[in-house]
């Protein structure tokens, strides 16, 4: 650990920061949706710690919490600019998939080795965290999913502590009202299932895994093709999986960990083409559906060897 000279001329210890970068990852994935961009907010906020003095770096009481106070407010300028990208995008946005490789990584390796993958990286809940306001998203994953204090979150929005409390709340009540009950062993049974039948070509077995209301929502990004529209219903659903199947001879599924969950990865030639995730209801059928295949979304599964790492 290296060393900062104080301003009477002595001596104390420069505060370590770089084990930060774990924590700061998976709080701007959680706040942005997109590893390429948490990565970036990430790097940003070292860039303008290393670009303090030394005398100024010394005098920050808790270089975490300062890391994260600035991660957080450059996490909240994209949100801001994201939406209106997000209106110019071909298709529906979903978040970026990851693949599980363990999250014990030493912060050297690729930001997907870092990732801990729980239940606030689930497919289902970073959607919902779409729908809310910038504020409210950075309000509500910072104080109830990382379990910090309202002023200092008030510090990141420029809100007052009970504004952001209020803010959370409101969060809160969109997430409790897109909720439903899910029972992840039985979504893992059904994801092995769906793969079967749709290997198979199964219409009827895809349609008995499917809630007769179930949604598919694929993003490709204008990037490769695919619907630009949600596909409702099980008997479409399922008759649009068996047309997949049909035009892409040679495509290869696997089960895998998508966001900590099961799901499905298909690859071709073992490049990933395609990373779906699945949501069950209380009856262990699936809700919903959401398909990644724009490839810049992709860059986290292109190292991976799918063959060799099949759940």
């Keep these: 650990m290296g060393t900062t000279r104080t301003v009477d001329g002595g001596q ?35 860039a303008r710690w290393y670009a303090l003095t030394p005398a100024q770096r010394a005098a920050i009481e808790s270089p975490g919490a300062w890391l994260t106070t600035v991660t957080g407010r450059i996490c909240l300028d994209v949100l801001g600019s994201a939406r209106a990208r997000r209106e110019r995008y071909v298709g529906t946005w979903l978040p970026e998939p990851l693949p599980d490789r363990g ?20 497919m289902a809940l970073l959607v919902v965290l779409e729908a809310m306001t910038p504020a409210e998203r950075v309000a509500f994953v910072l104080h109830d999913v990382f379990r910090y204090p309202f002023a200092e979150i ?19 009540k969109r997430v409790r009202d897109a909720q439903g009950a899910v029972v992840v062993a039985r979504q893992d ?3 092995r299932r ?35 529209h949600p596909v409702e219903g099980a008997s479409r659903i ?59 979304k992709l860059r986290a599964w292109y190292e991976e060897q799918p063959a060799a790492r099949e759940a």
Excluded at 154 to 172: D, F, H
């Design 238 to 296: 399922a008759a649009y999986m068996v047309a997949i199947a049909d035009r892409a001879p040679g495509l290869e599924l696997l089960v895998r960990s998508v966001n900590g969950v099961a799901g499905l990865v298909a690859a071709r030639d073992g490049v990933v083409m395609t990373v779906a995730s699945f949501e069950a209801g209380a009856d262990g059928r699936i809700v919903r559906i959401w398909a990644v295949r724009n490839p810049e």
């Design 154 to 172: 008030g510090a990141i929005v420029g809100r007052t502590p009970a504004a952001c409390k209020q803010l959370a709340a409101s969060g809160r």
């Design 194 to 228: 769906i793969k079967a039948a749709w290997e198979a070509k199964d219409v009827a077995g895809l349609v008995g895994l499917l809630d007769p209301d179930a949604v598919l929502t694929a993003d490709g990004g204008g990037l490769v093709g695919t619907v630009l």
């Design 189 to 191: 049974e059904t994801v």
């Design 12 to 46: 104390r210890q420069q505060p370590a920061v770089d084990g930060e970068r774990r924590q700061l990852l998976n709080v701007s994935y959680r706040l942005l949706g997109s590893l390429a961009e948490a990565e970036d907010a990430v790097q940003e906020a070292f």
């Design 103 to 122: 999250g014990g990584g030493s912060g050297d390796g690729d930001p997907a080795e870092l990732m801990v993958l729980d239940e606030s990286v689930g």
